[in-house]
């Protein structure tokens, strides 16, 4: 047996109608409509990727900034550079690339046979180098001429812009391949002397360019595998004289 059709008001026919055109405008974009990029959404990834970069320095082992000042070993050389960066790296050495790097005679011997007796004595050289690096992460270096002309809103001394300017590194000479950066440099990117009589002696040997030099107190906490980088903690600068005179200091936070 058949069914009757059921007839709908006009009314009610209507309504349908109204709600299907509703339906259909919403769900489709006119081509060629301006739509405007979600920018929130669309930085997020690199929001989310600088946010796991801080997560991870923040798990990084820290120095104690009580060490005292024996205990840290002076860098004076890429060479240094470049041990502390293979004991903290945690993979395993290529002899061949740090010996063209640390020794000269390496480097430029022609004579197979002589640059391989040349590897096996540099070998035992290299690997006492790194043990006794990856042993020892307290290290300082120093900084000439680190200061600029005293800002008076800040009530310090701009710094050098190695410390704490983002991707800054410093090097030596005698082995450029290895580098330091440090992990916390935004910190130092002043050197906080309130005092005004300090900040006029400072300032008075600036100005007549006296020799002064910042010692820079670290731990060595990470290596950067892309850049041969040394990643560093700032536990404490100090701002010497020429005759060894602390002038101004300030620790990490």
């Known amino acids: 047996m058949r069914h009757p059709f059921r007839i709908l008001p006009a009314a009610s026919l209507l309504t349908l109608a109204l709600l299907a055109a509703c339906g259909d405008k919403a769900a489709t974009v006119p081509a060629g409509a301006d739509v405007k990029p979600n920018l929130t959404d669309a930085a997020k990834p690199a929001v989310m990727a600088e946010q796991a970069k801080e997560q991870a320095r923040a798990a990084l082992p820290k120095g104690d900034p009580n060490t005292p000042a024996s205990s840290y070993t002076d860098i004076e050389s890429g060479n240094q550079l470049m041990f502390a960066y293979l004991g903290v790296a945690g993979m395993p050495v290529d002899y061949n690339e740090v010996a063209t790097s640390y020794s000269r005679d390496y480097a430029t011997a022609s004579d197979e046979f002589k640059k391989n007796d040349l590897l096996k004595a540099l070998k035992v050289k290299i690997d006492a180098g790194v043990a006794q690096a990856a042993q020892q992460r307290y290290v300082k270096l120093e900084i000439a001429s680190p200061v600029q002309k005293y800002d008076f809103e800040k009530k310090g001394f701009p710094l050098d812009s ?62 950067d595998v892309s850049k041969k980088v040394v990643q560093a903690q700032i536990l404490k600068v100090e701002l010497v004289d020429k005759k060894g005179n602390v002038l101004a200091s300030q620790a990490a936070q």
């Open 162 to 223: 190695s410390l704490w300017e983002k991707g800054s590194y410093r090097y030596f000479g005698d082995n450029s391949s290895y580098k330091i950066g440090f992990n916390n440099g935004a910190s130092f990117r002043y050197l906080n002397v309130p005092e005004e009589d300090k900040a006029r002696v400072i300032e008075g040997l600036r100005s007549k360019y006296e020799a002064m030099h910042l010692v820079v107190y670290g731990y060595v906490q990470d290596a």
